[in-house]
């Protein structure tokens, strides 16, 4: 029996920057990591990319007068309504400062307790005390903080709603709901900019008579006097560049796996899976922030990685059909049962407790977790054995 099951190694590069050629670079960066670690590559082994290298090195940047141009493109000179943004300095001030220079008028409409990843304003249990109906009840920013006076964020030490408001450059109104035609109150032009609940919202909106809308995804489809774009993404996924600047979810990440597992293939004639990777899909126990901030977690990924995990669960299988058996018995009849599991598992009793996910954001939040967020200074991850089992010798 093999002794060892996955391993998840963060492999370093040198630091990238646009125009890089980012191929070569994880190829060689992954050569070298196999030679220093002393290790061999596998068939079905992942090497997984993160998308802020892809970003960069494609040069996806967008800055604030570019966002602002796009939307008044769109909206005209008009009061906006900009609903349900998530509370984040690194993912949404720098849109909002890019949007209100669009507008006339931004009209942001926040959710509470929290925004749709977790960020709260105030702690669900205060929401409950305070018997606020949250389905219904429409405030302003001074009428919330009447009856919640601190709404700074636990981690961050920011007010988000004192923080949005500044961070406007034109005349901007803050008002707290969570129905969505709230918004149509005070404008019948808004901006969907929730992520995932985001074709919902739309369709909400739709139904109760908007006039113009528009979601994050259909803001810089295409390019704005120069600036970079995603035609599938638009503004989401993006994160702060610079001060007047954002980098945009990477493109054409499909070709880019494809090239570098061919490049893979090529030199050490293993079939090597490959995907791109942004935020993992997982909760905080503390803070309760849901990770995912991106509209996915992984933009690009080779065909091996498609599907879900069709896992038995040895913990069931030990205390039901193998209950009277031990050692070395039990290890030969578990060992059986697994090589004889049938293709599509799903739905079998068998499999309860195993996790019903795709592969790719299994992957992605184990790849987000290895190269963290900071310093580390891996941007690309090489996940083996991860398809191996209990019965692999």
């Not at 060689?28 to 670690?37: D, H, L, R, T």
């Not at 005209?76 to 720098?94: E, H, K, Y």
């Not at 400062?97 to 006339?104: D, L, V």
């Not at 774009?229 to 503004?235: S, V």
Request: proline share 4%; hydrophobic share 35%; glycine share 10%.
């Amino acid at each position: 029996m093999k002794f060892s099951g996955t391993i998840s190694r963060g492999v370093r590069t040198p630091i990238i920057k646009k125009g890089d050629d980012l191929p070569s670079i994880v190829v060689e960066s992954i050569g070298n990591c196999v030679k220093e670690a002393g290790i061999e590559l596998n068939d079905r082994d992942v090497v997984a990319v993160t998308e802020a290298v892809v970003g960069i090195s494609q040069g996806n940047y967008a800055t604030a007068d570019q966002i602002g141009k796009d939307v008044k493109n769109k909206f005209g000179d008009a009061t906006v309504g900009l609903i349900f943004p998530i509370m984040s300095r690194n993912r949404f001030s720098m849109l909002l400062k890019g949007i209100s220079r669009g507008c006339k008028k931004l009209i942001v409409m926040l959710s509470y307790p929290g925004d749709e990843v977790g960020n709260k304003l105030i702690s669900p249990d205060l929401l409950m005390d305070s018997g606020i109906n949250p389905y219904s009840d429409v405030f302003t920013a001074e009428e919330f903080h009447k009856i919640f006076p601190n709404t700074v964020h636990q981690f961050t030490g920011v007010d988000y709603i004192q923080y949005y408001k500044d961070a406007c450059e034109c005349e901007c109104e803050i008002i707290l709901a969570n129905d969505p035609r709230a918004i149509l109150k005070y404008t019948d032009n808004v901006i969907v900019a929730s992520i995932h609940e985001r074709k919902r919202n739309k369709k909400i909106l739709e139904k109760a008579g908007v006039k113009k809308c528009y979601c994050l995804d259909e803001l810089l489809t295409e390019s704005v006097d120069g600036s970079g774009f995603n035609e599938k993404f638009g503004l989401l996924g993006s994160n702060l560049a610079t001060e007047n600047s954002v980098k945009l979810f990477p493109r054409n990440c499909q070709a880019l796996v494809e090239d570098i597992q061919a490049r893979l293939k090529k030199i050490y004639n293993k079939n090597i899976e490959v995907m791109v990777y942004g935020d993992g899909a997982f909760k905080d126990p503390q803070g309760g922030i849901w990770e995912l901030a991106d509209p996915v977690v992984s933009p690009g990924f080779t065909s091996g990685l498609v599907g879900t995990p069709n896992e038995l669960k040895l913990k069931y299988l030990s205390d039901n059909e193998f209950k009277g058996l031990k050692g070395e018995e039990l290890k030969d009849a578990m060992i059986k049962r697994i090589k004889a599991k049938d293709a599509n598992l799903k739905g079998r009793m068998e499999t309860q407790g195993t996790t019903p996910r795709q592969l790719t954001d299994l992957l992605g939040s184990l790849s987000d977790l290895t190269s963290g967020s900071g310093d580390k200074g891996t941007p690309v991850i090489l996940i083996q054995n991860y398809f191996s089992n209990y019965a692999d010798q």
